[in-house]
């Protein structure tokens, strides 16, 4: 496994200390099972879309969970024997197991929606930064000198 090192990532960072833990989580679920595959497309600059390939699921057999920071997408496959009675395969390529995939989300990020179509799960994402944390200008003031005043 490879180590990286982030300190020159962090040198002009004030209140970043969990930026170094997002790195190594981003390291070890790449190489942890991707199954399903999927893609993370940006549609816009604040609107995100994760595609899943769940060929062979239900929507009923498919379980979202999102919580402050993280999004769980868990698919329960039917027991194989009861999907293959009296059936013999002779080539099975489409996957059938169970799958479980978490994704990180910035606290930024919220799920908005998903939708199944042809054998694909889509969710929506959206970025919604709250008005105190939007860039505001601060105008200097020239007539006051603000007094450092011990308490």
């Given at each position: 496994m490879r180590t990286y090192d982030f300190s020159p990532l962090l040198?002009?960072?004030v209140g970043f200390d969990r930026i170094e833990q997002l790195f190594r989580g981003l390291e070890r679920a790449s190489a942890e099972n991707s199954y399903p595959p999927y893609n993370i497309v940006r549609k816009d600059a604040d609107n995100y879309r994760i595609t899943m390939a769940v060929a062979g699921f239900e929507?009923?057999?498919i379980e979202i969970v999102a919580t402050q920071n993280s999004l769980k997408v868990t698919g329960k496959?039917?027991?194989e024997k009861d999907a293959t009675e009296g059936q013999q395969?002779?080539?099975?390529?489409?996957?059938?197991?169970?799958?479980v995939q978490n994704f990180e989300l910035a606290e930024t990020i919220k799920v908005v929606?998903?939708?199944m179509e042809n054998g694909l799960l889509h969710i929506d994402l959206v970025r919604e930064i709250p008005e105190e944390h939007?860039?505001?200008t601060i105008e200097i003031n020239k007539d006051k000198l603000i007094e450092n005043k011990a308490a």
């Open positions: 040198r002009s960072t929507e009923d057999q496959s039917v027991e395969y002779l080539h099975r390529g489409l996957a059938s197991r169970s799958f929606g998903a939708a939007k860039p505001r």
